[in-house]
T-cell receptor, first 112, second 114 residues
Framework: ETGVTQTPRHLVMGMTNKKSLKCEQHLGHNAMYWYKQSAKKPLELMFVYNFKEQTENNSVPSRFSPECPNSSHLFLHLHTLQPEDSALYLC???????????FGDGTRLSIL | SQQGEEDPQALSIQEGENATMNCSYK?????LQWYRQNSGRGLVHLIL?????REKHSGRLRVTLDTSKKSSSLLITASRAADTASYFCATEGGSGGSNYKLTFGKGTLLTVNP
């Protein structure tokens, strides 16, 4: 139990579908992150939210749309994805930016 | 761009032996962190060492940092089968852009055989 919960754990979707990934933390943290983990590549930072404000968009394609309604919840809205978007998507949180991060167990996304 | 790079890519040892993993990076940093990832799970933070520190201990873990060589090492003593996982170093700050951004390496896969 890491304190960061991601749902769903697995998702299979077609290229024309729209789906959302959810991340929830009740650790009292103020910063939340989305990462993409692909086989044989380093973990890639996608987005950072600090006190609900986006502070980093690491040149992520617009087919990925993040939403942070409050400090405890983070969403990643997906639409018109490509096969190369298949990966493990990890959410993390920290008390604030720069502090050690707590990760969820990820959503394994497969694009058909 | 990749900052931390772990070496070796894979390491296989017997239970009870020590395991050493290395990390090299390219630009100045604020701190360096080590994380562990078990198969199918998220990353777990192990230890953080600041740029003005040279060595840090946590239980069976020992981390060193040499800023002149831009390198760090993670030593796990008296390894156990449960230590089998991928280990990642992550550097924070110093390379432009967001000063708090963590940049991860590709990791070292450690296998501890019973």
């Amino acid at each position: 139990e890491t304190g960061v919960t991601q749902t769903p754990r697995h998702l299979v979707m077609g290229m024309t579908n729209k789906k959302s990934l959810k991340c929830e933390q009740h650790l009292g943290h103020n910063a939340m992150y989305w990462y993409k983990q692909s086989a044989k590549k380093p973990l890639e930072l996608m987005f950072v939210y600090n006190f609900k404000e986006q502070t980093e968009n690491n040149s992520v394609p617009s087919r990925f749309s993040p939403e942070c309604p409050n400090s405890s919840h983070l969403f990643l809205h997906l639409h018109t994805l490509q096969p190369e978007d298949s990966a493990l998507y990890l959410c993390a949180s920290s008390i604030w930016e720069g502090q050690p991060q707590h990760f969820g167990d990820g959503t394994r996304l497969s694009i058909l | 761009s990749q900052q931390g790079e772990e070496d070796p890519q894979a390491l296989s040892i017997q239970e009870g032996e020590n395991a050493t993993m290395n990390c090299s990076y390219k630009t100045s940093i604020n701190n360096l962190q080590w994380y562990r990832q078990n198969s199918g799970r998220g990353l777990v933070h192990l230890i953080l060492i600041r740029s003005n520190e040279r060595e840090k201990h946590s239980g069976r873990l020992r981390v060193t940092l040499d800023t002149s060589k831009k390198s760090s090492s993670l030593l796990i003593t008296a390894s156990r089968a449960a230590d089998t996982a991928s280990y990642f170093c992550a550097t924070e700050g110093g390379s432009g852009g967001s000063n708090y951004k963590l940049t991860f390496g590709k990791g070292t896969l450690l296998t501890v055989n019973p």
